[in-house]
């Protein structure tokens, strides 16, 4: 198949049902989830210095998001150091890394897949949620196989809580929730089940407003499905031991086309769970888990002119893990901690089939196993108001390809107090990551292609440090410093049409190794009271790539390289039912390769004599000239600007609270470009997320 009609086929396949779902979206904000009565943080707690930030569902909640769910994975986009990738999507670039070098846990088991209809919402379900902790430095040993953040969700705690129910309902999503207790109390179920009427809602109006006028031969057909289930049983043996289990998936599918052409991609997610924490004495405690986790996502583009074909395209990941650690309190104020844990990993990185015609053409991989071994020890001193320190280390043994690597993870914090309100942070990390991620588009879903590290492409390591200064004067919590990060061994396609896998067999032919750096200034503050709360988060940074075989071995601003980034959020309660919440978010633009120039190559004898429609005039001139670029990312958009406003209805009874909520996202219809182009000396500009109401309800008894 010819390489331009496979890459026309695959953006059509991607970009289409994204801007799709955009132009159709009519988003909304989420209603306050009921939070368990145990979890009081709201906005900076004691750990919010700068490298650890704690929020619960409530503080989520008032992020005003693109779909409407409330979002615990969308609320860290508003936080310092943090860029975001396509707007209105779950790529998170934290610290000027890679999108995929964060860790997303939720009751500890890392999600490769966490995102909904294309990016635009999490798959974590937000009534299963409890407490979140997002670290971008200080992160403790018992973590790995990361080069950026931690993001760490907790379940809600049935046990607590009680008999409680939950249903809510939007344009996107309907959810349920349950949770139970059982055998007398000393256990507790939970149950929350999501799914979407999206693609129903979507086929109507294509039906509506676009196929109505068009003839059957041209008509379009939305179908898919797009839904998650969570389920929690957790309950006491006896005083001293304590159980856990865990089931979770989510499912995406979704095809668009008629009878000319088809695209469909699916990716989905499920994991099993099973801890165990047992109280060994009064000063020691163990706690020890075992998880199966399964990934998959799957691309296909179907046409049917000029003969029938096909190209399809598969990535998978797997993984089997076992770990223990032991928790000793030796005396008032120190801790320590010590574990280790075994992980097999089997990737099957895109094996992709061509079909033409009855002709097939595949190319199959087959899977790559990685088995690591990681022992961990921290040690935690803790004097208050004075000093809170940890130190920690992780060394790991990685068998890939019958050959060992031997690496390590590093942390240290220290938190040191002038005066009762007034202190310093200081960090160091050494984060390594055993696998690396070919990313795809940054939004967030599964397009990425996951390989593990093994001598071609060793793994991925940044150093880190960091300096600060945070302050607490009553309901006030600010913090200020400065970070530096080196990144080495990061892994990138030469050329951005190999995502696609059109020009080489495999992914390994074209990929290249290099390295970058990070430096930035952070500032927040956040006020609370009891009527009102706000946040503001303040970003100057600069983040670089550097590649032998791209930009010529030139060093270049990394394509999200925001210098300036500020989200600022507010919400005021009006009596006891009314609550208004509203937010501002600036960047500087994204970076993106433009042409500055063309000039005429030579044309061979009867160049000409072709079909004059407007693909081929295009393909025409791109084939006869050459454009000369100005470097890799060396055009910078313009800034981006959101504001977001909602209003929630709230009426709360002895044993039910009714919330309605009604929100506008990018009140201003701000067109923020994500890319312009050229076509015919006339300069285009792609934007993705208009204005967008919506309105959401939601009952818990």
């Not at 995102?115 to 973590?143: C, K, Q, W, Y």
């Not at 196989?145 to 705690?157: L, T």
């Not at 076992?322 to 801790?335: C, M, N, P, Q």
Request: proline share 4%.
């Amino acid at each position: 198949m010819d390489n331009r009609l496979i890459m026309k086929n695959w953006r059509s396949c991607i970009l289409v049902p994204l801007l799709l779902v955009c132009t159709l979206a009519t988003a909304q904000n989420s209603a306050p989830t009921q939070l368990d009565s145990a979890v009081v943080v709201a906005g900076h707690s004691g750990q919010n210095r700068g490298n650890v930030f704690v929020f619960s569902p409530i503080k989520a909640a008032k992020s005003i998001t693109a779909i409407g769910e409330p979002d615990v994975i969308r609320h860290i986009t508003s936080m310092p150091g943090v860029s975001q990738g396509v707007e209105g999507t779950l790529g998170l670039f934290v610290r000027g890394a890679n999108g995929g070098s964060n860790r997303i846990e939720f009751n500890g088991v890392p999600l490769s897949s966490y995102s909904h209809l294309l990016g635009l919402f999490s798959a974590v379900n937000p009534a299963t949620s409890g407490e979140s902790i997002f670290r971008s430095g200080g992160v403790g040993a018992d973590h790995g196989d990361f080069s950026s953040s931690v993001i760490e969700i907790a379940p809600r705690a049935g046990l607590r809580q009680g008999s409680v129910k939950q249903v809510s309902v939007s344009p996107y999503m309907i959810g349920g929730y349950l949770s139970k207790p059982i055998k007398d109390g000393t256990r507790a179920l939970q149950i929350g089940a999501r799914v979407s009427p999206f693609p129903l809602l979507g086929n109507f109006a294509l039906d509506k407003f676009v196929n109505d006028s068009k003839d059957d031969e041209f008509k379009q057909n939305l179908s898919g499905r797009v839904a998650d289930l969570t389920i929690l049983l957790d309950g006491f043996k006896s005083e001293k031991s304590k159980t856990d289990f865990m089931l979770y998936a989510s499912d995406d599918y979704f095809q668009w086309g008629g009878t000319i052409s088809k695209y469909s991609f699916r990716w989905w997610t499920w994991n099993a769970k099973a801890g165990w924490a047992y109280q060994l004495s009064d000063k020691t405690d163990i706690y020890s888990k075992a998880y199966y986790s399964r990934s998959c996502s799957w691309q296909k583009s179907d046409t049917f002119y000029d003969g029938a074909s096909t190209l399809y395209m598969e990535n998978s990941e797997s993984e089997l893990n076992v770990s223990s650690k032991a928790t000793v309190r030796l005396r008032d104020g120190f801790l320590v901690y010590g574990g280790a844990e075994l992980s097999y990993k089997r990737f099957r990185p895109a094996n992709s089939r061509i079909y033409n015609e009855g002709d097939e053409n595949s190319h199959y991989i087959s899977s790559l196993g990685r088995t690591a071994l990681s022992a961990f020890a921290s040690a935690e001193y803790t004097v208050p108001g004075v000093i809170e320190s940890s130190l920690g280390i992780r060394p790991t043994l990685a068998l890939c390809k019958r050959k060992i690597r031997a690496n390590f993870d590093f942390h240290a914090k220290a938190d040191v107090f002038f005066n009762r309100d007034l202190g310093a942070e200081a960090v160091v990390d050494r984060m390594v990551q055993y696998h690396h991620v070919l990313e795809g588009l940054p939004v967030g879903w599964s397009v990425d292609i996951r390989i593990p590290s093994y001598a071609d492409f060793p793994e991925e390591i940044t150093n880190q440090g960091y300096l600060g200064l945070f302050y607490k004067y009553r309901n006030i919590h600010t913090s200020f410093g400065g970070y530096y990060r080196r990144f080495n061994n990061l892994v990138s396609y030469i050329t951005s049409s190999n995502v696609f896998l059109v020009s080489t067999d495999s992914w390994d032919k074209e990929l290249c190794l290099g390295k970058g750096s990070s430096a930035g200034l952070e500032y927040s503050i956040t006020i609370s009271g009891k009527k009102y709360d706000a946040s503001l988060s303040y970003t100057l940074s600069r983040t670089d790539r550097e590649f032998p075989e791209i930009n010529g071995g030139r060093r270049f601003l990394f394509k999200y390289d925001r210098p300036h980034i500020l989200n600022i959020q507010g919400s005021y309660r009006l009596g006891r039912h009314h609550i208004f919440n509203a937010a501002l978010s600036y960047s500087s633009g994204n970076l993106v390769s433009l042409p500055e120039s063309a000039y005429p190559g030579v044309q061979p004898p009867f160049w000409n004599q072709r079909l004059h429609s407007e693909e081929s005039l295009t393909s025409l001139y791109l084939m006869k000239n050459r454009e000369e670029f100005n470097g890799k990312n060396g055009f910078r958009l313009k800034d981006y600007t959101r504001i977001d406003i909602s209003y929630t209805y709230e009426k709360k009874s002895a044993n039910k609270t009714n919330s309605l909520t009604v929100s506008v996202f990018n009140v201003l219809n701000q067109h923020n470009p994500i890319l312009i182009y050229n076509k015919r000396s006339v300069w285009t500009q792609v934007s993705i997320l208009p204005i967008m109401p919506s309105i959401r309800w939601s009952i818990e008894f």
